[in-house]
């Protein structure tokens, strides 16, 4: 049982223009949400997250929202740069206390020059 | 500041041989992971760590041991490699956000 899907495993945008990236999930206990994001032979950076008390949280370029009834997460890129080129993971945690995450399957990012 | 380091970035091993893939961080942090991530598929949780001498199991802990006898490493120990075992791991450390190695690549063959 899926409980974060990531049903795009890749998506391709144009530079300048804006990327967004979608993410659902199923478990209503989880309470924050993160975006990493990874490149090739590296580990996953932090990029940007949300506590579910907000719908949006921005910084710089990146912006995730968050609607709690739909069970669903957004990460906009706005302008999408080749640099963001990537595989983009969104994870979630549950007030446990262990802050144990689950990861969707990702979505690769290519930005064209 | 190195952050989380994990050491080797490669191995190959043949089926039943055992190894240590080592996690070393130097934030202080109490907490830390071990994850694996197979092709194609999200990264999932195998141990945690809350702190020095405190482990638990995560989503899939079978054919992986840990321990934490120091706030700084966190091994994890491959008792009888299987060729299912292949995977690329991750530690991490800190509770929110958590910050990860650049991972050990490991094939068994």
């Known amino acids: 049982d899926q409980q974060v899907k990531q049903n795009s495993p890749s998506l391709s945008v144009q530079e300048g223009r804006i990327s967004i990236l979608n993410c659902d999930y199923t478990?209503?206990?989880?309470?924050?949400f993160l975006w990493y994001k990874k490149y090739p032979a590296e580990g996953p950076t932090f990029l940007i997250s949300i506590s579910s008390i907000k719908d949006k949280n921005e910084d710089g370029r990146f912006t995730v929202f968050l609607n709690k009834s739909a069970k669903h997460l957004s990460l906009h890129i706005v302008p999408s740069q080749p640099g963001d080129s990537a595989v983009y993971f969104c994870?979630?945690?549950?007030?446990?206390?262990?802050?144990?995450?689950?990861f969707g399957t990702g979505t690769r990012l290519k930005v064209l020059a | 500041n190195a952050g989380v380091t994990q050491t080797p970035k490669f191995r190959i091993l043949k089926i039943g041989q055992s190894m240590t893939l080592q996690c070393t961080q130097d934030m202080n942090h109490n907490y830390m992971y071990w994850y694996r991530q197979d092709p194609g598929m999200g990264l999932k949780l195998i141990y945690y760590s809350v702190g020095a001498g405190i482990t638990d199991k995560g989503e899939v802990p079978n054919g992986y041991n840990v321990s934490r006898s120091t706030t700084e490493d966190f091994p994890l120990r491959l008792e009888l490699a299987a060729p299912s075992q292949t995977s690329v791991y991750f530690c991490a450390s800190s509770r929110q956000p958590q910050h990860f190695g650049d991972g050990t690549r490991l094939s068994i063959l």
């Open positions: 994870a979630a945690s549950a007030a446990s206390g262990t802050y144990k995450y689950i």
């Open positions: 478990n209503s206990m989880f309470d924050y």
